[in-house]
């Protein structure tokens, strides 16, 4: 299929997934600011996707328009259009708080409820009704804590509150809530960025198992961290897609200066 946008590089003749997600000519202004330009982005499935740029380039934007958070934001208009399988999801009779469960989120600092442990996770499956006893929404509260790689070392704490854990924890007990409700996408926002290097290396080891069965979208300042756990990768200067491809090919033999110069170090 033809890009949409002629001047936007992307190795679409190598693409090896099917397509979870895609931004068409999307736009996002701030009031009369305008912070996206016509992004035209396809998510693969079950692959991890970085996005890269320099600050304010618009990476969180687009990140926040894949579950809509943006339309939080008073003063922020998305235009163009954002499918997930086949539907457009700001259609006016999508239900946002479904569409949430679909793609949830992580965010840069971890913000886990001032609750328990075991109430962080049971959360989102109560509120979508998702288990009708107990037995189930222990298992729910068992089974995602394992994938998040938690479980083991909180299991005799689930009572405790989730607050009083590490940082590194608290992050991976925010990724057992988002896994929780059965998400198909995850989006991180620089889920990393508040974590030492060890905390770091298990919540990347996590995002490299978890795409066996997620599609995750990542904000990433680190180019390491995106060649560590991405399979593509999208890079943003000045609210456009510059290019997108396989991380290797981004990283080893860009097609656009300003990525070159990026990655290179030249300014960001
Ligand atoms: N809530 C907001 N209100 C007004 N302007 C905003 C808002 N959020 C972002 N912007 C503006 O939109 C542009 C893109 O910001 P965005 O946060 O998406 O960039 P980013 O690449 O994620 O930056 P960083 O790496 O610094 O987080 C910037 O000019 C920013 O100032």
């Known amino acids: 299929m033809q890009d949409t946008n002629p001047n936007l590089k992307q190795d679409s003749d190598i693409r090896s997934n099917p397509i979870k997600m895609s931004g068409e000519k999307v736009t996002v202004h701030y009031g009369a600011k305008q912070a996206l330009f016509d992004v035209d982005l396809k998510i693969e499935e079950n692959q991890v996707t970085s996005l890269i740029g320099p600050s304010g380039c618009g990476k969180s934007t687009f990140l926040r328009c894949l579950n809509r958070m943006n339309d939080t934001i008073d003063i922020c208009r998305v235009g163009g259009k954002i499918m997930l399988d086949s539907t457009d999801i700001y259609n006016a009779d999508v239900d946002v708080v479904e569409l949430r469960a679909r793609v949830g989120m992580v965010f840069q600092k971890a913000n886990p409820f001032p609750k328990s442990i075991f109430e962080n996770v049971a959360y989102g499956p109560r509120i979508h009704g998702l288990c009708r006893t107990k037995a189930e929404m222990d298992e729910v509260v068992v089974t995602s804590l394992q994938k ?121």
């Not at 299991?155 to 608290?170: A, M, N, V, W």
């Not at 399979?231 to 200067?237: I, K, N, P, S, V």
Request: glycine content about 8%; aromatic content about 6%.
């Open 148 to 268: 998040a790689g938690l479980f083991e070392e909180i299991k005799d704490r689930l009572d405790e509150p989730g607050t009083g854990l590490s940082g590194g924890q608290q992050q991976r007990l925010c990724i057992a809530r988002a896994i929780a409700v059965s998400p198909e996408v995850i989006l991180m926002d620089e889920p990393c960025s508040a974590l030492d290097p060890i905390a770091t290396a298990k919540v990347e080891e996590l995002i490299d198992e978890l795409r066996e069965n997620y599609t995750i979208v990542i904000v990433t300042h680190s180019m390491q961290q995106a060649a560590r756990v991405s399979q593509r990768t999208a890079f943003f200067h000045m609210g456009n897609l510059v290019e997108e491809g396989p991380t290797d090919h981004i990283f080893t033999n860009p097609k656009d200066k300003r990525t070159q110069d990026y990655i290179t170090g030249r300014f960001g």
